[in-house]
């Protein structure tokens, strides 16, 4: 399973940089706050490994930042959660429904796609409170990556 192309990586260890430099915090004392070792942070930050979910999720939480802007920009400066109003409980369970359905159906998608389906699962929520029938929306998505 694919979950970003090359060029995705790039982009998003550019906006990690970008962060990380607009925050005035070492590599160390950015991989301090978010209990991951400097070998991570660095690899994350060159764009030698993918950044999990669990670290996109903390690095919002942590600094406020969108995490859709990590994903997928495309402006150059963070946004903050402040900005577009994200509730992080629900975009949790956004991405969680979507990496639960990219994994249980092995979907070929790029980070582009991963983060539009993210969005619409998020937006989805936003406007069902219960959330009902998210799960078959993402599936409908997911089906179309096989």
Excluded: C
């Amino acid at each position: 399973m694919q979950l970003r192309t090359n060029e995705s990586i790039e982009a998003i260890a550019s906006r990690l940089l970008a962060l990380r430099e607009g925050l005035r915090l070492s590599q160390q004392q950015f991989a301090d706050a978010l209990g991951i070792s400097l070998r991570a942070a660095q690899n994350y930050e060159r764009g030698a490994r993918k950044l999990p979910a669990e670290t996109l999720i903390e690095i919002a939480r942590k600094f406020e930042i969108d995490p859709l802007w990590i994903m997928d920009g495309p402006e150059e400066r963070p946004r903050s959660l402040g900005q577009v109003g994200l509730d992080q409980q629900t975009l949790s369970r956004a991405i969680g429904i979507v990496q639960r359905a990219v994994l249980e159906t092995d979907a070929n998608v790029d980070a582009d796609q991963f983060a539009n389906m993210v969005a619409a699962v998020y937006k989805f929520y936003m406007h069902n409170s219960s959330g009902a029938g998210a799960e078959d929306l993402i599936a409908s998505f997911v089906a179309g990556y096989r």
